[in-house]
């Protein structure tokens, strides 16, 4: 079927990097996008980014720009999403989603905490 | 800079029919932004609900409907269930693969 799966939990320090993964599986995965998409504690969602897995163009939100990347290696089906200079609040849930008409398949999450 | 309105809360009693919009603070909803609603129970990951205005995601009931109602899309839960009390977030589609999501509506089944 088609999933989108996620690594695990991270714990980091304020400063630092993340690199987050995602393995799709069940479709072909140059024929879509991959989002990513936030959620602090208790907020709502925040669109953060969209990668073509065909071309590997990207379009960021103006409020990562200049600390995000996304990239794809389509040997692997795998997503991937680093977020430098971490503060505080970029501890959240962060997810990624399959992207053509919409965010329609939604990998399961993973809980980075930012924290000295 | 666009900014997505939803409403903060509502409620609606079991049975009963209940509209959630989604608004822009400047102009009006159209086809072209491909309004996307999705509901999150706490813990969970998003479920895509209606896509592309009034598409229902495979599996969706069809008592989760999506519309426009004036300027702003809207989605309709007809016959509205217990386990519908969630979050709602709607998305719309910008310019060059930029999407915006809402704040969310919490929706209270009571």
């Known amino acids: 079927q088609v999933q989108l799966v996620q690594s695990g939990a991270e714990v980091k320090k304020p400063g630092a990097s993340v690199k987050v993964s995602c393995k799709a599986s069940g479709y072909s995965f140059t024929n879509y996008g991959i989002s990513w998409v936030r959620q602090a504690p208790g907020q709502g969602l925040e669109w953060m980014g969209w990668?073509?897995?065909?071309?590997?163009?990207?379009n960021y939100a103006q409020s990562f720009q200049g600390r995000v990347t996304m990239t794809t290696d389509t040997s692997t089906t795998t997503a991937y999403m680093e977020l430098r200079r971490l503060r505080s609040d970029d501890t959240a849930v962060y997810y990624c989603?399959?992207?053509?008409?919409?965010?329609?398949?939604w990998g399961q999450g993973t809980v980075v905490t930012v924290s000295s | 800079q666009t900014v997505v309105t939803q409403e903060p809360s509502i409620s609606v009693s079991p049975g009963g029919t209940v509209t959630l919009t989604c608004g822009l603070s400047?102009?009006?909803?159209?086809?072209?932004?491909?309004p996307s609603w999705y509901q999150q129970t706490p813990g969970q990951a998003p479920r895509t609900l209606i896509y592309?205005?009034?598409v229902r995601s495979s599996g969706v009931p069809d008592r989760f409907s999506g519309s426009f109602l004036g300027k702003k899309a809207a989605l309709t839960i007809t016959g509205a269930q217990e386990d519908d009390e969630s979050h709602y977030y709607c998305v719309l589609y910008r310019d060059s693969g930029i999407w915006v999501f809402g704040g969310g509506t919490k929706l209270t089944v009571l």
């Open positions: 989603a399959r992207v053509l008409d919409a965010l329609d398949i």
């Open positions: 592309s205005t009034n």
């Open positions: 990668i073509s897995a065909y071309k590997g163009d990207t």
């Open positions: 400047s102009g009006s909803v159209s086809t072209s932004y491909y």
